[in-house]
């Protein structure tokens, strides 16, 4: 029996979901909603960065631009976007995690804070994929109790190297993924607040 790893699963996932998204959206508006949506993204952003400490609205934008769907849709579109560069981020930063384990110039406490975080981001990697599932449900308050929830694994995995006094080697990628995650969640409040009015 052949199985399909999970990187694998979540590149058709995402293939299939994009796909269907971009079917939505009739062949003659795309270039109109192309020019709109980078607006979406802009006005997201700014409205985002506004709210938030965390969110700097350069990183936001040019994240939300990097995946061509982002070009063609819709504010409930852009957050998909954002649950696919965080998961994208989550299992890239794995990969690091891996890489950095077989580095036989680490010592014990660094090997332990990495052994802690890859526990974390293995967690949160299945915490975002339930996240995709809520969200296209409409269950946005399981969504958002999940988002939250992988930004403090990103926290907590920092947070151990200062402990041990150590420098982190994942400085950048825990940043990078709380910064989508608190996108995401910006983006999920808009969208709820959109609901309620």
Known sequence: M??????????????????????????????????LSVDIINKTCKTCSDRSSVVNYTFCSASLQEIPVSHVTNLQGLAIVAMELALQNATNTLSIIKELVNNETLGPSSLACLSDCSLLYSDGVV???????????????????????????????????????????????????????????????LLDSDVKS
């Open 127 to 189: 915490t975002l994929v339930d996240t995709v599932g809520a969200f296209l449900t409409g269950q946005y308050g399981n969504a958002d109790a999940w988002v939250s929830a992988v930004m403090q694994g990103t926290a907590t995995c920092e947070e151990g190297f200062q402990d041990m006094e150590l420098v982190s080697p994942l400085t950048k990628e825990n940043y990078s993924l709380f910064q989508l995650c608190d996108v995401l969640l910006c983006i999920m409040n």
């Open 2 to 35: 052949q199985h399909v790893s999970f990187s694998s699963f979540c590149f058709f996932f995402f293939f299939f979901l994009f796909f269907f998204i971009f079917l939505l959206t009739p062949n003659d508006e795309v270039s109109a909603t192309s020019a």
